[in-house]
């Protein structure tokens, strides 16, 4: 935490209270209103969070006026090019990218963690053959807590990163489960000697009978969709792990909270909707039809994979999305994909549209993450688990931040109450 240099002055009544103000070593400036209750008997209402810094953190930082993502300091797109995941991982969890010797150790601890306990073979069957894989994965991973006793210990920071290493290893065995079990096939055990992406494509693509060839390109692609997802600051997933584990919960009951949250539409399940959006527009000639709904107030239809609460400018995540989709059709020798045709005809639609233009809305990592995910072969009940796989290195290095920190608190919002004033109960005779 930065040293105060400066105070803002919030005068209101007959009361003037000086708070603290500190500033970051890139972004905005933050008042510090912690004292405010204690000295003026007010709250901040803010829902949303829109202007409000609930932690300080040292991980990611993203200017949504420019386009620019930051983990440690380095640029999303150059981490995309020159990187991979599991370095990437390194980079987030420890702060600095690792010598060759330390990312080599890592690789080997992530590989040699990568199988489940037997025993959470049964928890998979209990679910419906039906359920989407994401209820399948925030059980499992909930459940994590109940087969891993040895790494629930918060306090010690041995067992966190145990902790660390078991979910960021085991994610892709689960995700990969959770998919197998809906289709019905035999779940496929990890393979140490392939790499985290390639290990992960195998788990979901080869069956006992036949083996699969993981083709060099599509691993390659498969990481950079990990990489694109490992972390975003303090989104509303993340936000929800860090507020979970500020009770002291176990890491893997916070990861699943984690889960269950980046499921919904306006977050990690944007790339499902997206997808599904771009399918039932289907031709290039209904565009204007679903531009037009985008724009009534009146008609709750989003356009998905658009707009984004912190970047007012491209996502710079889409622009490498958008490169990896051309190269993933062009190789899996998909012309003239109608689906990447509306995708990119919608796009240019919007972005000259002054609706989306005045609002800055532009497209974000989800608007082309589907169409490369189904080409590879994925169902789209899977692009939302992909995202939870990549993002829980970010959760983890935001929850291991967080718990580190001495002066970590419980978080405990207050409210701005609207509901009725202390009132008499009324029998229920004489109601
Ligand atoms: N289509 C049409 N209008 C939109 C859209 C959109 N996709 N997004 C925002 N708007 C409008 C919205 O109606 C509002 O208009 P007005 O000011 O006239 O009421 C204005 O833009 C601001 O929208 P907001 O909902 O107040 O903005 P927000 O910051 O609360 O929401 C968002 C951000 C991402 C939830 C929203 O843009 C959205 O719902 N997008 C579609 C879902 C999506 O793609 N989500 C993935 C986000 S990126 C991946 C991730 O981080 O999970």
Redesign the pocket.
């Known amino acids: 935490m930065p040293e105060s240099t400066k105070t803002a002055t919030l005068t209101f009544d007959d009361k003037s209270i000086e708070l603290p103000m500190y500033a970051p070593t890139v972004g905005p400036e933050v008042i510090d209103i912690r004292k405010l209750y204690a000295e003026g008997k007010v709250f901040t209402y803010d829902p949303?969070f829109?202007s409000t810094a609930a932690c300080d953190s040292t991980i990611t930082f993203i200017d949504g006026g420019k386009g620019e993502l930051l983990h440690r300091g380095y640029p999303i797109d150059q981490l995309a090019e020159k990187s991979h995941y599991l370095e990437v991982c390194y980079l987030l969890l420890y702060g600095e990218l690792p010598s060759a010797t330390a990312l080599e150790e890592f690789e080997t601890t992530i590989t040699r963690h990568t199988m489940l306990h037997e025993q959470m073979m049964n928890f998979f069957r209990g679910f419906r053959r039906d359920a989407h894989p994401m209820a399948v994965m925030t059980g499992v991973v909930g459940a994590m807590s109940a087969f891993y006793h040895d790494s629930t210990d918060i306090a010690d920071p041995r067992q966190r990163e145990i902790a660390s290493h078991r979910l960021i290893a085991k994610m892709p065995t689960i995700a990969a489960m959770a998919y197998k079990y809906t289709i019905g096939q035999p779940f496929v055990y990890p393979r140490n000697d392939l790499d985290y992406s390639s290990n992960f494509l195998r788990m979901c693509f080869a069956v006992p009978a036949e083996d699969y060839e993981v083709n060099p390109i599509l691993s390659r692609a498969m990481d950079r969709i990990f990489t694109l997802h490992a972390d975003?600051e303090q989104?509303?997933?993340t936000s929800t792990v860090r507020l979970a584990s500020s009770s002291g919960a176990n890491p893997f009951a916070c990861i699943a909270a984690g889960i269950a949250c980046?499921w919904g539409?306006?977050?990690?399940g944007?790339?499902q909707?997206?997808l599904e959006m771009l399918k039932e527009i289907g031709s290039v000639e209904r565009i204007p039809e679903y531009i037009a709904r985008?724009?009534d107030?009146d008609d709750p239809?989003?356009?998905?994979?658009?707009?984004?609460?912190?970047y007012k400018n491209f996502?710079p995540r889409a622009k490498v999305m958008k490169q990896s989709a051309d190269e993933v059709l062009d190789l899996l020798g998909v012309e003239n994909n109608p689906i990447l045709q509306v995708a990119k005809e919608l796009e240019k639609a919007a972005l000259e549209d002054p609706?989306?233009a005045d609002?800055k809305?532009f497209p974000?990592?989800?608007?082309y993450s589907g169409i490369i995910l189904e080409a590879m072969g994925f169902p789209t009940s899977m692009f939302t688990p992909i995202?939870a796989l990549s993002r829980t290195v970010g959760w983890i290095s935001q929850w291991k931040e967080m718990i580190s920190d001495p002066g970590m608190k419980i978080g405990r919002p207050r409210q701005l109450y609207c509901g009725e004033t202390l009132r008499d109960y009324v029998d229920i005779e004489q109601r």
């Open positions: 949303g829109t975003h989104n509303a997933s980046l539409p306006a977050h990690g944007a790339n909707a997206c985008a724009k107030k239809f989003r356009l998905m994979g658009f707009g984004h609460r912190v996502d609706y989306f609002k809305l974000n990592v989800d608007f995202f």
